[in-house]
Protein backbone atom coordinates (compact mmCIF):
# COMPACT_ATOMS: atom_id res chain seq x y z
CA UNK A 1 0.00 0.00 0.00
CA UNK A 2 1.85 3.70 -0.89
CA UNK A 3 1.91 6.51 1.33
CA UNK A 4 -1.21 7.99 -0.85
CA UNK A 5 -3.50 5.09 0.13
CA UNK A 6 -2.42 5.81 3.90
CA UNK A 7 -3.36 9.79 3.70
CA UNK A 8 -7.63 10.13 5.54
CA UNK A 9 -6.81 13.85 3.99
CA UNK A 10 -6.61 12.50 0.46
CA UNK A 11 -9.68 10.29 1.27
CA UNK A 12 -12.24 11.85 3.29
CA UNK A 13 -13.73 15.13 2.72
CA UNK A 14 -14.94 17.33 6.39
CA UNK A 15 -17.47 19.90 5.18
CA UNK A 16 -18.58 20.85 8.37
CA UNK A 17 -16.13 20.14 11.43
CA UNK A 18 -18.47 19.10 14.14
CA UNK A 19 -16.46 18.84 17.98
CA UNK A 20 -19.52 18.21 19.53
CA UNK A 21 -20.76 15.09 17.52
CA UNK A 22 -21.68 11.41 18.76
CA UNK A 23 -22.03 9.39 15.79
CA UNK A 24 -19.80 9.80 12.59
CA UNK A 25 -21.26 9.33 8.83
CA UNK A 26 -19.26 8.37 6.31
CA UNK A 27 -20.55 8.99 2.54
CA UNK A 28 -19.49 6.99 -0.82
CA UNK A 29 -20.35 8.48 -4.14
CA UNK A 30 -21.79 6.63 -7.00
CA UNK A 31 -19.83 6.32 -10.34
CA UNK A 32 -18.14 9.59 -11.51
CA UNK A 33 -19.22 10.96 -8.34
CA UNK A 34 -17.07 12.92 -6.57
CA UNK A 35 -17.09 13.94 -2.51
CA UNK A 36 -18.79 17.71 -2.57
CA UNK A 37 -22.25 15.63 -3.48
CA UNK A 38 -22.77 15.41 -0.21
CA UNK A 39 -22.19 19.04 0.80
CA UNK A 40 -25.90 19.39 1.33
CA UNK A 41 -26.19 16.47 3.31
CA UNK A 42 -23.31 17.16 5.69
CA UNK A 43 -25.12 20.70 6.09
CA UNK A 44 -28.46 19.46 6.79
CA UNK A 45 -26.76 16.93 9.83
CA UNK A 46 -23.91 18.69 11.24
CA UNK A 47 -24.28 19.40 15.13
CA UNK A 48 -24.40 15.77 16.43
CA UNK A 49 -23.24 14.09 13.19
CA UNK A 50 -19.74 14.39 12.19
CA UNK A 51 -19.76 13.91 7.77
CA UNK A 52 -17.34 12.53 6.15
CA UNK A 53 -16.90 11.97 2.14
CA UNK A 54 -15.15 9.77 0.27
CA UNK A 55 -13.09 11.35 -2.41
CA UNK A 56 -12.25 9.04 -5.21
CA UNK A 57 -9.09 9.31 -6.99
CA UNK A 58 -9.30 10.86 -10.62
CA UNK A 59 -11.61 13.94 -9.90
CA UNK A 60 -11.41 17.28 -8.44
CA UNK A 61 -8.52 17.95 -6.42
CA UNK A 62 -7.31 14.56 -7.07
CA UNK A 63 -8.17 15.01 -11.25
CA UNK A 64 -4.26 14.45 -11.51
CA UNK A 65 -3.82 10.94 -10.08
CA UNK A 66 -5.27 7.60 -11.86
CA UNK A 67 -8.99 6.76 -11.43
CA UNK A 68 -10.25 3.84 -10.14
CA UNK A 69 -8.63 0.60 -10.98
CA UNK A 70 -10.17 -2.21 -8.83
CA UNK A 71 -13.07 -1.98 -6.42
CA UNK A 72 -11.54 -4.30 -4.07
CA UNK A 73 -8.23 -2.53 -3.46
CA UNK A 74 -9.60 1.09 -3.19
CA UNK A 75 -11.54 -0.56 0.05
CA UNK A 76 -8.42 -1.29 1.24
CA UNK A 77 -7.21 1.98 0.90
CA UNK A 78 -10.87 3.70 2.37
CA UNK A 79 -10.50 1.37 5.08
CA UNK A 80 -7.30 1.97 6.44
CA UNK A 81 -7.61 5.50 6.07
CA UNK A 82 -10.68 6.03 8.34
CA UNK A 83 -8.73 4.13 10.91
CA UNK A 84 -8.04 7.84 11.95
CA UNK A 85 -11.73 8.38 12.70
CA UNK A 86 -12.71 5.22 14.93
CA UNK A 87 -12.79 7.51 17.99
CA UNK A 88 -16.78 8.08 16.77
CA UNK A 89 -19.50 5.06 15.47
CA UNK A 90 -19.18 4.77 12.08
CA UNK A 91 -22.61 4.55 10.02
CA UNK A 92 -21.71 3.91 5.82
CA UNK A 93 -23.67 5.21 3.06
CA UNK A 94 -23.12 4.54 -0.31
CA UNK A 95 -25.09 5.25 -3.26
CA UNK A 96 -24.39 3.09 -6.94
CA UNK A 97 -21.12 2.50 -7.23
CA UNK A 98 -21.02 3.69 -3.40
CA UNK A 99 -22.55 0.99 -2.07
CA UNK A 100 -20.35 -1.82 -3.22
CA UNK A 101 -17.20 0.10 -1.80
CA UNK A 102 -19.51 0.89 1.46
CA UNK A 103 -19.73 -2.95 1.57
CA UNK A 104 -16.43 -3.80 0.99
CA UNK A 105 -14.80 -0.71 3.49
CA UNK A 106 -17.30 -2.64 6.17
CA UNK A 107 -16.37 -6.08 5.80
CA UNK A 108 -12.82 -5.40 5.77
CA UNK A 109 -13.17 -2.36 9.13
CA UNK A 110 -15.20 -5.78 10.80
CA UNK A 111 -12.61 -8.00 9.95
CA UNK A 112 -10.22 -6.13 11.43
CA UNK A 113 -12.15 -6.17 14.80
CA UNK A 114 -13.45 -2.56 14.20
CA UNK A 115 -17.36 -2.03 14.54
CA UNK A 116 -19.85 -0.58 12.26
CA UNK A 117 -22.87 0.54 13.74
CA UNK A 118 -25.24 0.56 10.51
CA UNK A 119 -24.57 -0.08 6.60
CA UNK A 120 -27.22 2.32 4.21
CA UNK A 121 -26.80 0.55 0.22
CA UNK A 122 -29.05 2.85 -1.70
CA UNK A 123 -29.97 2.55 -5.44
CA UNK A 124 -27.42 -0.55 -6.43
CA UNK A 125 -28.67 -4.47 -6.43
CA UNK A 126 -27.74 -6.93 -4.03
CA UNK A 127 -23.45 -8.22 -5.34
CA UNK A 128 -23.53 -11.70 -6.50
CA UNK A 129 -20.67 -13.89 -7.02
CA UNK A 130 -21.57 -14.74 -10.26
CA UNK A 131 -23.32 -11.83 -12.30
CA UNK A 132 -20.79 -9.17 -12.98
CA UNK A 133 -22.47 -5.82 -12.47
CA UNK A 134 -23.67 -3.95 -15.07
CA UNK A 135 -21.48 -1.12 -16.33
CA UNK A 136 -21.52 0.17 -20.16
CA UNK A 137 -17.94 -0.89 -22.12
CA UNK A 138 -17.70 2.16 -24.30
CA UNK A 139 -16.80 6.00 -24.15
CA UNK A 140 -20.53 6.31 -26.31
CA UNK A 141 -22.06 4.09 -23.65
CA UNK A 142 -20.84 5.61 -20.31
CA UNK A 143 -21.96 9.03 -21.31
CA UNK A 144 -25.02 8.07 -22.72
CA UNK A 145 -25.83 5.92 -19.18
CA UNK A 146 -24.16 9.32 -17.11
CA UNK A 147 -26.76 11.30 -19.02
CA UNK A 148 -29.71 8.84 -18.06
CA UNK A 149 -29.09 8.39 -14.56
CA UNK A 150 -28.70 12.54 -14.18
CA UNK A 151 -26.03 12.01 -11.85
CA UNK A 152 -23.65 13.89 -13.24
CA UNK A 153 -24.16 17.60 -14.46
CA UNK A 154 -25.21 17.76 -17.81
CA UNK A 155 -23.35 20.65 -18.77
CA UNK A 156 -19.90 18.34 -18.86
CA UNK A 157 -21.44 15.39 -20.45
CA UNK A 158 -22.87 18.05 -23.53
CA UNK A 159 -19.44 20.13 -23.56
CA UNK A 160 -16.60 18.54 -25.36
CA UNK A 161 -14.08 20.32 -23.03
CA UNK A 162 -15.91 19.65 -20.43
CA UNK A 163 -16.22 15.78 -20.81
CA UNK A 164 -12.61 15.41 -21.06
CA UNK A 165 -12.51 16.56 -17.79
CA UNK A 166 -14.96 13.88 -16.45
CA UNK A 167 -14.61 11.26 -18.58
CA UNK A 168 -11.65 9.97 -17.71
CA UNK A 169 -12.95 9.28 -14.09
CA UNK A 170 -15.71 7.75 -15.58
CA UNK A 171 -14.26 5.48 -17.69
CA UNK A 172 -12.20 4.40 -14.69
CA UNK A 173 -15.47 4.20 -12.43
CA UNK A 174 -17.00 2.07 -14.87
CA UNK A 175 -14.15 -0.79 -15.98
CA UNK A 176 -13.94 -1.12 -11.90
CA UNK A 177 -17.21 -1.88 -12.00
CA UNK A 178 -17.51 -4.26 -14.31
CA UNK A 179 -14.24 -6.23 -13.23
CA UNK A 180 -15.84 -6.22 -9.74
CA UNK A 181 -17.30 -9.72 -8.21
CA UNK A 182 -18.26 -10.58 -4.64
CA UNK A 183 -16.65 -13.24 -3.00
CA UNK A 184 -19.74 -15.73 -2.67
CA UNK A 185 -19.62 -15.85 1.11
CA UNK A 186 -19.37 -11.96 2.02
CA UNK A 187 -21.38 -10.57 4.09
CA UNK A 188 -21.60 -7.86 6.95
CA UNK A 189 -21.98 -8.57 10.54
CA UNK A 190 -23.62 -4.98 11.22
CA UNK A 191 -27.39 -3.89 10.47
CA UNK A 192 -28.05 -3.48 6.82
CA UNK A 193 -31.14 -1.00 4.72
CA UNK A 194 -30.93 -1.18 0.99
CA UNK A 195 -32.58 2.11 -0.41
CA UNK A 196 -33.69 2.18 -3.62
CA UNK A 197 -36.23 4.78 -6.23
CA UNK A 198 -39.58 3.02 -7.01
CA UNK A 199 -38.34 3.65 -10.90
CA UNK A 200 -35.20 2.78 -10.88
CA UNK A 201 -34.26 0.87 -14.17
CA UNK A 202 -30.78 -0.20 -13.11
CA UNK A 203 -31.80 -1.35 -9.83
CA UNK A 204 -35.17 -3.05 -9.75
CA UNK A 205 -36.60 -3.20 -6.01
CA UNK A 206 -36.39 -7.09 -5.91
CA UNK A 207 -32.97 -7.32 -6.96
CA UNK A 208 -32.35 -4.21 -4.06
CA UNK A 209 -33.49 -6.63 -1.34
CA UNK A 210 -30.95 -9.22 -2.45
CA UNK A 211 -28.52 -7.28 -0.10
CA UNK A 212 -30.86 -9.02 2.74
CA UNK A 213 -28.33 -12.47 2.18
CA UNK A 214 -24.81 -10.17 2.51
CA UNK A 215 -25.88 -9.57 6.08
CA UNK A 216 -25.87 -11.47 9.30
CA UNK A 217 -27.66 -8.94 11.18
CA UNK A 218 -30.70 -7.08 10.52
CA UNK A 219 -32.30 -6.13 7.52
CA UNK A 220 -34.39 -3.64 6.31
CA UNK A 221 -36.04 -2.78 2.73
CA UNK A 222 -36.78 1.31 1.96
CA UNK A 223 -38.50 2.82 -1.14
CA UNK A 224 -38.77 6.04 -1.99
CA UNK A 225 -40.58 7.34 -4.90
CA UNK A 226 -38.14 8.27 -7.95
CA UNK A 227 -35.72 6.44 -10.73
CA UNK A 228 -32.05 6.14 -9.79
CA UNK A 229 -31.31 9.47 -7.98
CA UNK A 230 -34.09 9.89 -6.05
CA UNK A 231 -31.57 11.04 -2.90
CA UNK A 232 -31.30 14.31 -5.46
CA UNK A 233 -35.30 14.59 -5.67
CA UNK A 234 -36.23 13.13 -2.21
CA UNK A 235 -33.40 15.12 -0.87
CA UNK A 236 -35.71 16.39 2.93
CA UNK A 237 -36.60 13.20 3.15
CA UNK A 238 -33.41 10.88 2.53
CA UNK A 239 -31.67 13.12 5.24
CA UNK A 240 -34.44 13.36 7.91
CA UNK A 241 -34.24 9.38 7.46
CA UNK A 242 -30.74 9.53 8.02
CA UNK A 243 -31.47 12.06 10.81
CA UNK A 244 -33.82 9.40 12.69
CA UNK A 245 -31.40 6.66 12.28
CA UNK A 246 -28.75 8.57 14.00
CA UNK A 247 -30.61 9.77 16.32
CA UNK A 248 -32.61 6.50 17.10
CA UNK A 249 -29.08 5.42 17.47
CA UNK A 250 -27.89 8.03 19.94
CA UNK A 251 -30.52 7.10 22.37
CA UNK A 252 -29.87 3.43 22.82
Known amino acids: MNS ?29 GSASFYFPVSAALCGPVDLLAVQYPGRQDRR ?6 DLHRMADDVAEALRRWDDLPLTLFGHSMGALVAFEVARRIERAGGRIDHLFVSGRRGPSADRPEHAPLDDEGIVAEAKAMGGTDARFLEDEELLGMVLPALRGDYRALGAYRADRDAAVGCP ?29 LKVFPGGHF ?9 TGMLRDHLAGTLRT
Not at 6 to 30: E, G, K, N, Q
Not at 64 to 69: D, N, P, S, Y
Not at 194 to 216: F, I, K, L, S
Open 192 to 220: VTAVVGDQDPWTPVPEAGHWRDRTTGAFD
Open 230 to 238: YLSSRADEV
Open 4 to 32: LSLDSDLWCRRFHPSPTATRRLVCFPHAG
Open 64 to 69: KEAGVQ
